[in-house]
């Protein structure tokens, strides 16, 4: 009798440490930026040193089929924050530019919008962004922060508004110029083709243009031209800088030991926030263009500039452990690491040096839902309640962060909304062994491009494209006259029927099916297209934040830390110490 007691009182004890260990955990979210797939040893590299990141396969779950919402940034992040399909945020383009460039752009994350954040710290939780956002920043002036970090439910931001871009950092070119110079060869030609028809007609008397109306012509081009030369002559003051909370404290933006900055600011966060829950997103500009890497990383990869640029972040993951260790904080956290999107693959140097990463076996990248632009790295570590070393093919998506945290923390997900995203912990734990994403609809920009299906009763994960990217040069696995491929018009090809592909026989998408190859090929495109036809009813219109209205550079939504005289200059970020950096 006394032996039962015994056990039964083990048992409660047992079961009461388990319900406290899922009880409002601390969420930490790293996420990389364009980061490959097969770039890390725990997805099969072997060249490239990440044995942070491989720690957090080692000791929790690798998610080998983790799907990025959409193949771009600014759509991707905003699927992850909110748990929905961009398109249903308005965070989807129908323009050809899928993403915000200028700080001083009118668009952003709506405040409708129901983020992870804001949920968490209605629990209690405290929250900070460190890193990157791309979610836009003001609305009507350059100071009312309405898309800013903590207008979504951060109580502390230490990062760049929008993204990491070449132009930020001397010596590495710009993604603008071609586009801009493509741009304005016609506009420019229209120009100047008037203004001499006009002088022609003028002087041979065949039409009395008056004088002032030329003058006006000349001086409306003259100005266009000369706000444009400014633009671009400054974008790296304008677009590149770094903020605390509201506050600009460094532009332009220095890259020197940004990596260790970032990570202080994470590490200190932590720190601070011992004896209570936290949601820490870790949002590193790592490996977006412009590369850069800290000196005692410079030079020490396989990989060039890209691989020291990889390893100084797997530096930064384990500082984050570390800290996480020190504070006897690991046994209730939720440590989670992905990348927005796959690999750029087209990011190549102007001397020719390869800037992009590596999909492994996966077609296409960055801007593409070919595998290798969705399917992305998908770790998930927390000792005691997720079992270590373990992989799970099932489908799954960066969607699914924002219900598993929001249950977690014992919040109410939305009933006013559609949320896509699933609670993976289930799944994780388990007591699961399906995914419930039966279908996934990938998007590019706001065109849907392709749909997956993992029917239920079978192991195929089916796949289907209504269009595909026009690779150029046309055999090679990018399109790289463009620097990225685009959705719509002449840059893609159209299939109908539908291309069909069973990536539970062919993840490299080589061989599209037939009906000659597939006795079953009519009745998947059947269902596949009800599935479309259900999804498509649940969308209701919203305002477009990636219109062209919204992308453009508005001069008085600048935020500046000067004046636009004094070239928006000024450094308050002291360093101080920063974490001690061992590498290799």
């Known amino acids: 009798m006394r032996l039962l007691l015994f056990l039964i009182m083990c048992e409660c004890a047992i079961h009461s440490v388990h319900t406290h260990h899922i009880s409002k955990p601390n969420v930490v979210l790293l996420m990389a930026d364009d980061l490959g797939i097969g770039d890390l040893g725990c997805y099969g590299n072997r060249t490239l040193r990440t044995p942070n990141i491989d720690r957090l396969a080692e000791e929790g779950v690798t998610l080998t ?6 193949p771009l940034c600014t759509p991707s992040r905003a699927a992850f924050l909110t748990g929905r399909y961009p398109i249903r945020s308005g965070m989807a383009a129908f323009s050809r530019v899928g993403v915000f460039l200028f700080s001083a752009s009118s668009g952003g994350l709506p405040s409708e919008e129901i983020t992870f954040s804001e949920l968490l710290k209605q629990r209690g939780y405290t929250t900070a962004l460190i890193g990157k956002w791309h979610l836009g920043m003001n609305c009507e002036s350059s100071n009312d922060f309405c898309h800013h970090p903590l207008s979504h439910g951060f109580d502390y931001f230490y990062g760049l508004t929008v993204t990491n871009f070449r132009d930020c950092k001397p010596g590495q070119g710009s993604v603008f110029l071609k586009g801009v110079q493509k741009s304005l060869v016609i506009p420019i030609q229209i ?5 001499v028809s006009l002088a022609i007609v003028q002087y041979i008397g065949l039409l009395k243009v008056p004088f002032q109306a030329l003058g006006y012509f000349l001086l409306i081009t003259a100005i266009s031209l000369a706000v444009l030369i400014f633009f671009f002559y400054h974008f790296r003051h304008l ?7 509201h506050q600009i404290i460094q532009q332009p933006l220095s890259y020197e030991n940004l990596t260790q900055r970032l990570t202080k600011e994470a590490m200190q966060f932590i720190g601070r926030n011992t004896d209570a829950p936290f949601l820490l997103v870790l949002s590193y500009l790592h490996v977006h263009t412009a590369l850069y890497a800290s000196k005692n990383f410079s030079g020490k990869s396989k990989h060039g500039l890209y691989g020291d640029a990889v390893e100084e972040m797997d530096w930064s993951v384990g500082q984050v452990l570390d800290v996480l ?5 690991s046994g209730n956290t939720l440590v989670y690491f992905t990348s927005d999107q796959g690999a750029h693959v087209e990011e190549i140097s102007s001397s020719g040096e390869v800037h992009g990463g590596y999909n492994g076996i996966y077609k296409g990248g960055k801007s593409m839902n070919w595998e290798g632009g969705i399917r992305v790295p998908g770790l998930l570590r927390w000792p005691g309640v997720i079992q270590a070393g373990t992989y799970m093919d099932e489908p799954t998506s960066n969607m699914d962060i924002f219900p598993t945290i929001v249950k977690l923390a014992e919040a109410q997900l939305p009933s006013d909304r559609i949320i896509d995203g699933h609670d993976l912990m289930p799944l994780l734990q388990g007591k699961v062994t399906r995914s419930k994403h039966e279908f996934l609809f990938h998007y590019c920009n706001a065109y849907l491009n392709a749909v997956r299906w993992h029917p239920r009763n079978s192991e195929s994960v089916w796949k289907v494209f209504f269009f595909t990217p026009n690779f150029s040069p046309e055999d090679s696995n990018g399109c790289y006259d463009s620097h990225v ?3 719509h018009g002449g840059f893609i090809t159209r299939h109908d029927p539908p291309l069909l592909f069973d990536l539970s026989r062919d993840p490299e998408e080589k061989v599209p099916l037939t009906p000659d190859t597939e006795s079953r090929f009519y009745e998947i495109l059947r269902v596949i297209h009800l599935a479309v036809d259900n999804h498509t009813r649940s969308l209701h219109a919203v305002p477009d934040q990636l219109s062209w209205d919204n992308l453009l550079w508005k001069p008085w939504l600048q935020p500046c830390c000067s004046s636009l005289f004094q070239s928006c200059y000024c450094d308050y ?6 974490p001690e950096v061992h590498s290799g």
């Open 573 to 578: 970020d002291s360093e101080g110490s920063l």
């Open 65 to 70: 089929q983790h799907i990025a919402a959409s």
């Open 325 to 329: 260790e020190k504070y006897n904080l």
């Open 239 to 245: 677009n590149c800088f770094l903020m605390r909370d």
């Open 191 to 195: 120009a100047g083709i008037a203004l």
């Open 485 to 487: 491929c685009f959705c």
